[in-house]
């Protein structure tokens, strides 16, 4: 009779072993001691994918965070785990999104306000000529350019500020420069502006720009500000 008790109790503790749930095996929060814990190794390896995927990705955020001095967390079950790592992986997913909407919604409203802008200025290359070093007269070598600048408003501008981005024929960026200028543009009136741009022999791009014909340069106007005689101003 004890015997055969024995051998139940050994049976039922057999079953019990081999239906113990994967999910409840429980991890030491001293990530020192989860390489040589051969039950974590196959608890998790009973795991479905995606939990298994989750578990790796919370024992790699704890490990890092005890790796930089920061307190290790208590122990918990591999549920308590998966659960903790979906809930920081949602709330990161959250904030990653709101950026992403953010940063298009910026973007959306600068390419508007480009747009509008465009439409009250007009800034095209004239001319582009570079010019060797004098040094009998103290000129350095350089670039004269020249821009037309047209009013398309029915208001004066007071003076403009931006940047002329110069591309090759392929559209790719050769060098790009910040122009402002404050004489001032009637409304529907064109000017004419020219001025300097310095050299430097060690800089592709100013060697690049040197060295392309100006027939296949493009000239694109970048605004920044506009400021008007009546005192209002677009950015």
């Not at 940063?103 to 001319?127: D, F, P, S």
Request: hydrophobic letters at 40%; aromatic letters at 8%; a neutral charge.
């Amino acid at each position: 009779m004890c015997r055969a008790y024995l051998l139940i109790c050994v049976f039922l503790g057999l079953t019990v072993s081999a239906c113990k749930d994967p999910y409840d095996y429980r991890i030491s929060g001293d990530i020192s001691q989860l390489q040589s814990d051969e039950g974590l190794k196959k608890a998790v390896s009973k795991l479905n994918v995606p939990d298994s995927v989750l578990i790796a990705r919370y024992l790699m955020r704890v490990g890092l965070r005890q790796a930089f001095g920061k307190q290790a967390p208590q122990d918990r079950t591999i549920r308590q785990a998966i659960d903790e790592q979906r809930q920081i992986e949602a709330a990161s997913a959250a904030r990653e999104a709101e950026t992403r909407a953010l940063a298009e919604r910026v973007e959306k409203e600068r390419a508007e306000a480009v747009r509008v802008m465009n439409e009250v200025l007009v800034v095209a290359l004239t001319g582009l000529q570079y010019h060797d070093s004098d040094f009998m007269h103290g000129v350095d070598a350089g670039f004269s350019v020249g821009f037309a600048l047209k009013n398309k408003s029915n208001r004066d501008l007071a003076g403009v500020k931006g940047e002329v981005r110069f591309a090759d024929i392929f559209n790719d960026e050769i060098k790009t420069i910040k122009l402002s200028i404050d004489d001032g543009i009637a409304a529907g009136q064109t000017v004419s502006w020219r001025g300097g741009l310095g050299y430097n022999q060690f800089m592709a791009e100013d060697k690049k720009l040197r060295f392309t014909a100006v027939e296949k340069l493009k000239a694109s106007w970048l605004p920044k500000t506009y400021l008007f005689a009546d005192g209002s101003r677009m950015d």
